[in-house]
């Protein structure tokens, strides 16, 4: 049987791709979907610096040698450890954990949690939530007491408000628009597939 991290994997995989070094990507040489200012960042402490070379990714500090030699199988546990884990996905129905894993991986966990939150007020389905970026009990409640196609789709309108909001206030982001519209659309079909 798949597991749930599996079956979001699987779909962010697919989306974030090899490597790449588009000129109007913040985050600079990206591999895996694993970026140089994300990896860079993550191995700003020691302990993940050790975590990073126990789990064999080299050469430190981070360049961008580090990312082009950085696998898939790397990649999967650094998503894992940084989204999946910290966020504690396990807990959600499988269709929100997916949601928020992606976002996450393509925004960051607090951009995940709001685009949740905000999705989910949006519906009206019970008490407002504070759309803070913390994944704390009543979010998580909500989520998983709520798990619903309406939420669900409100979540990913949210997630799509939140690009074309990035586009209004940066065009140079624009080049990335109709992938980041494109990957919602996808995520929409394959969560209800799930």
């Not at 199988?73 to 910290?86: G, L, N, P, S, V």
């Not at 709001?114 to 939530?129: D, E, F």
């Amino acid at each position: 049987m798949v597991g749930h991290f599996d079956l979001a994997q699987n779909f962010t995989a697919k989306w974030e791709g090899g490597l790449s070094d588009d000129a109007a990507d913040k985050g600079g040489l990206t591999h895996y979907g694993v970026s140089l200012a994300f990896l860079s960042d993550l191995a700003s402490t020691s302990k993940n610096q050790q975590w990073l070379i126990d789990l064999g990714v080299y050469p430190m500090p981070v360049s961008k040698e580090t990312i082009r030699n950085l696998s898939k199988t790397q990649a999967r546990a650094i998503f894992r450890h940084e989204f999946w884990d910290r966020l504690n996905l396990d807990s959600l129905p499988v269709q929100m954990a997916v949601l928020l894993y992606d976002a996450a991986v393509n925004s960051g966990c607090a951009q995940s949690v709001r685009l949740a939150q905000r999705g989910y007020n949006t519906v009206g389905v019970g008490s407002r939530l504070d759309v803070d970026g913390k994944l704390g009990p009543l979010t998580r409640a909500a989520l998983i007491n709520n798990n619903s196609v309406d939420v669900r789709q409100a979540i990913l309108d949210a997630r799509e408000n939140f690009y074309r909001q990035i586009v209004a206030r940066n065009v140079s982001q624009k080049v990335f628009l109709r992938g980041w519209l494109n990957r919602v659309e996808d995520l929409r079909k394959y969560v209800e597939s799930l």
